[in-house]
C-alpha cells in the first residue's frame, strides 16, 4: 500500500509538471465562461474570498453536532496558471459518545489549516474537457487534539471537467479522485491513509445568476479499514456583482459514516476572474 500510494504521488507531480498544451479555440464556451462570476467552476482561477458555516449532525451514541466556520481565500498565481487556495477553520464539537446523558466531548478552538496549489496541465477547447491536477497540504494546527487530525498529510490530486456535456448548456461534469496520506503525525495520533471520490455536477442558469449541484462523495479509509459516502446538493445565487450566497445540505451513508447529515450557508466574493486560455478557464 505505500508503494502505492508513491506511485500516486508521483503520478500527479508529474502531470503537473507536463507542458501546457496548444490550445485552439471555442470562442462560445470562453465567451460564457468568461461571463461566469459564481466560483463554482472548479478551474475558474479567480481571486476570491468564501465565508462558510457547516453545521453537522454527529453519528454518535448520544447527541452530537460539530460546527466547522471556515474562511478561505483562492489567488491565482503565474498570469493564471496555478492557482493557491488556503483554509483555516474555527470549531465547536459537542457529543455525548456513550449515551449517558451528558457530553463527554465539548470543544471549540482553531482546527487544521490546508493549503492547495491546482493547475490544467491539458485543456481540450473544441472537445470541451479539461484535466486539473494539484497537491493539498493539511497542517496539524488545531488548538486541541479533538479539533483535528494531528497529522502533517499530503493530498495529491486529479479531477477532469466536462464542459456541456450530452449537449446541455450551462452544465458541467466533474470527476475526481484525491489520495490523502500522513508524513508525519504527533504522538499518540493515528495515521491518515485515504481515498476520496468525488463527482461534481452542475447546472447554472443561463444569466449566469442561479445555479445548482449534486456532488456524491465516496471515502475509502484504507488505514482504518473503513468506508462510508455522501451527497451533497447545493443551490445558490448572485446577489450582486462578484457576491454570491448558497445553501448545500448533505446526507451521510455507510455504517462506518462520521454523521449522519449536514448543512452548509456559506458566501462569496470574487474580484478577478482570469480569462480561459490562460490556459485555466475564467
Not at 39 to 65: C, H, K, M
Request: aromatic fraction near 10%; proline fraction near 5%; charged fraction near 20%.
Amino acid at each position: 500500500m505505500k508503494r502505492f500510494t508513491q506511485l500516486v504521488f508521483v503520478l500527479v507531480i508529474g502531470l503537473a509538471c507536463l507542458s501546457m498544451p496548444v490550445l485552439a479555440e471555442d470562442a462560445d464556451l470562453k465567451a460564457a465562461l468568461k461571463k461566469d462570476k459564481t466560483g463554482t467552476n472548479p478551474i475558474n482561477f479567480s481571486q476570491d474570498f468564501r465565508l462558510y458555516n457547516e453545521y453537522q449532525f454527529l453519528n454518535v451514541a448520544g447527541d452530537g453536532f460539530n460546527n466547522i466556520t471556515t474562511l478561505e481565500y483562492r489567488h491565482p498565481l503565474a498570469d493564471g496558471k496555478w492557482q493557491l487556495r488556503a483554509r483555516i477553520r474555527g470549531v465547536k464539537i459537542q457529543a455525548d459518545t456513550n449515551n449517558d446523558g451528558s457530553d463527554n466531548l465539548d470543544k471549540s478552538g482553531l482546527g487544521d489549516i490546508d493549503i492547495r496549489v491546482l493547475t490544467v496541465p491539458y485543456l481540450d477547447m473544441p472537445n470541451k474537457f479539461a484535466v486539473a491536477v494539484g497537491l493539498e497540504v493539511f497542517l496539524p494546527s488545531a488548538s486541541d487534539d479533538a479539533l483535528g487530525t494531528e497529522a502533517l498529510s499530503l493530498g495529491p490530486q486529479v479531477f477532469g471537467v466536462f464542459f456541456t456535456p450530452f449537449g446541455i448548456p450551462g452544465t458541467l461534469i466533474a470527476p475526481a479522485y484525491q489520495h490523502r496520506f500522513s508524513i508525519a503525525v504527533e504522538s499518540g495520533a493515528e495515521n491518515e491513509h485515504k481515498g476520496l471520490f468525488d463527482l461534481f455536477i452542475l447546472w447554472t442558469a443561463k444569466d449566469k445568476q442561479t445555479w445548482a449541484l449534486l456532488n456524491p462523495q465516496m471515502v475509502l479509509d484504507y488505514e482504518q479499514d473503513r468506508e462510508f459516502g455522501f451527497v451533497e446538493v447545493e443551490v445558490g445565487r448572485m446577489i450582486g456583482s462578484g457576491h454570491s450566497i448558497y445553501v448545500r445540505p448533505s446526507i451521510s451513508i455507510g455504517r462506518d459514516r462520521p454523521t449522519d447529515a449536514s448543512i452548509e450557508i456559506g458566501y462569496k466574493i470574487i474580484w478577478l476572474p482570469c480569462e480561459l486560455g490562460s490556459p485555466v478557464a475564467a
